[in-house]
């Protein structure tokens, strides 16, 4: 039988858009004030899952969906037909990100994951397949109002709220409160709350005898008023291991509650460090302390907390997702697929027919060929003649790269869409199709790519490459350090971006070998909005003819990606540790960093710490240090200009100077350079 709560539905208003909360029987605590808040604007509908069906008639029903715990109502209603259409809301609070129920979420259907606690949001995005961007963190609000604030004092009644289960370190609340009586036999410990394992009501039980605290621990079982039953607390003792937040720490504190908060993961983003505890002593100084400000505790809670800040975060939310929700049936505009070739016979067929047969019908092939030598340009006259949509370029030079062909794409293209691609990669059948349904659906996109399928010389998948979706900043930052991207660039481009921008496909200080990396900084400078599809419909060969695996080249090119960044960014983007602002010589100090950025490029190539696993490294040492020593170049030029900027940093820039000349003999005494 389908148990439906809080249905308000006002027929004489049939433009309001219709929300359907999903929920398991006795887990919508968190849930009842953002109904209530939320019906004052929208038609609401709770249900009481008991019958998964029930989740396809309540999609059926509403225009947003929201599931309250990641569990396996959302992992159902991500997977059912309805879901494309539907703006999908999935709230994940803490103890589900540890479970198996986020890999079972098809989150590619899903709008927004909202999380209650930042740390909770980097271990999804670091552990699962979820995009930063669909992610938000919103806290769970207190009504402030519900809870009845006194001017308090130090006292010997100390409180405990919540279940007693692993993740509220139920052994740890125990030794804490024996260390706290030890101190002074006068505390006592009052447990509002449900045990969730006999192990821990027979340890307690065990325990509290062998203490002797049968006088002292005082369990009460779970309270239906605890603004009540906290009245006459002077302490709540927080000793869990993680927490998103600890609703009950600040329901207490907003009465003036002095709270005693274990320093579980995440503590420190959430809790003044005051009120945090490392170690069992320092747990019982907080509490004997004469230290007590019943209005700062209150007042934290009011200021970061209020219920009223996280619904117009989360009304702000909706509103934004209805805007941008778009349903569209995808009337399939033209898309430019770019082929470049160079030498790729052996490839070039098994590329071109995977867009020919692609599910998605409306599309052209420009065939790019760089002056091949192994009868490729008689493969690609020959699809010429067989079939109209299909057109090609041939260079009388070879090129040196694939960016001129990129070049070529971008101007000759009559789509709306365009996607560039190597000659040995191709695609699977529903890529396009997928590719343009996302970005007609996100039409402030610029960009979509997806997960790639890795595959040898045979047509065989060795592994999966999965790729996030990170902000802009970490993608520079990243870049920075490495010189290599987290964006695959060969996937599907809104060609408006170029128009607008009035920009093409770069070549930096001659780069034409990492110039997908180089591209992702230069379009992100231009202002390029991307997003991900979450599923590999991309082929990647890596075999022994790719030009990534190139160390040479790697090296050299990797200067103009750090160059284009260090000209073309501010250095707060990207290098964020440092504090800027507060620098006595604020460009002297940035020459000295270059430098030595530069110098651990050379120790961190030569160790072979920052080369990819599927790059060759059939190297030798000699070869390495002749490779590396462009690096020393780059850097010297900031040591010397370093050096005619005052002498706030002069001694760290001569010792760094030091360095630099040791490896350049080294360097010369190799014979690699004159």
Known sequence: MEEIINSKIDTSKNNKKKIVFFVKHGLDNFLLDIINELEKEYITKKIVVTNLKQIDEGMEWGDICWFEWCDELVSYGSKINLAKERIIICRLHSYEAFTEYPDKVTWENIDKVILVAEHIQNFIIDNFNVNEEKTVVIPNGIDTKKWTFNRRKPGFNIAYVGYINYKKGPMLLLHTFKAI????????????????????????????????????????????????????????????????????????????????????????????????????????????????????????????????????????????????????KIEQPLVTIGITNYNGKKYLSKCIDSFLNQSYSNIEILLIDDCSTDGSEKIIKDYEEKYKNINAIYHD????????????????????????????????????????????RNPEKDYVYSDFNIINDNNVKTQEWNYKVYTKNKVVQHIFKSASGLIPMNCLYRL???????????????????????????????????????????????????????????????????????????????????????????????????????YNQIQNHLSMRV??????????????????????????????????????YTSEILELKELYNKYIEEVKNLGVIG
Not at 234 to 255: D, F, G, H, P, R
Not at 423 to 435: M, Q, S
Not at 518 to 545: Q, S
Not at 620 to 648: D, H, R, S
């Open 181 to 328: 009586y030890d101190k002074n036999n006068q505390y006592k410990l009052f447990i509002a709350g449900n045990f969730q394992d006999h192990r821990d009501v027979l340890y307690f039980n065990q325990m509290i005898k062998e203490f002797g605290l049968e006088n002292n621990v005082i369990y009460q079982g779970w309270q239906n008023d605890l603004d009540k039953w906290l009245e006459d607390k002077n302490y709540i003792l927080c000793t869990s291991i993680l927490e998103s937040q600890n609703i009950s720490v600040m329901q207490a504190m907003a009465k003036g509650i002095k709270p005693i908060i274990h320093n579980f993961v995440g503590a420190r983003n959430i809790y003044p460090q005051a009120l945090i505890w490392n170690t069992i002593d320092d747990a019982i100084n907080m509490i004997v302390s004469n230290e007590y400000k019943s209005e700062e505790y209150s007042y934290f809670v009011e200021k970061y907390f209020q219920l009223d800040y996280q619904l117009e975060k989360i009304k702000s939310l909706f509103l934004d997702l209805i805007k941008t929700k778009k349903y569209i």
């Open 496 to 598: 408006d971006f170029f128009k607008n921008n009035k920009i093409s496909w770069l070549v930096y200080r001659g780069n034409d070998f990492s110039s997908d990396t180089l591209n992702t900084i230069h379009f992100i400078k231009h202002g390029w909005n991307y997003g991900k599809i979450d599923e590999a419909v991309v082929n990647y060969r890596i075999h022994t003819d790719n030009l990534s695996k190139n160390i040479q080249k790697r090296i050299q090119n990797s200067v103009s990606i750090f160059d284009y960044i260090i000209n073309n960014y501010k250095e707060e983007v990207y290098n964020p540790e440092i504090l800027w602002s507060q620098l006595e010589d604020k460009n002297q100090y940035k020459n000295y960093i270059i430098a030595q950025f530069y």
């Open 611 to 648: 080369i990819p696993n599927y790059v060759s490294r059939d190297v030798t040492k000699q070869e390495l240090m002749k490779y590396c020593y462009v690096f020393a170049e780059e850097g010297m030029k900031y040591i010397e200009e370093g050096l005619k900027q005052g002498n706030t």
């Open 397 to 440: 030079v070879n090129s040196g790269g694939a960016s001129k062909g990129i070049q070529e794409v971008i101007s000759n293209a009559k789509g709306k869409y365009f996607q560039w691609i190597a000659c040995d990669d191709f695609v699977e059948k529903d890529a396009i199709l997928k590719f343009v349904d996302y970005l007609e």
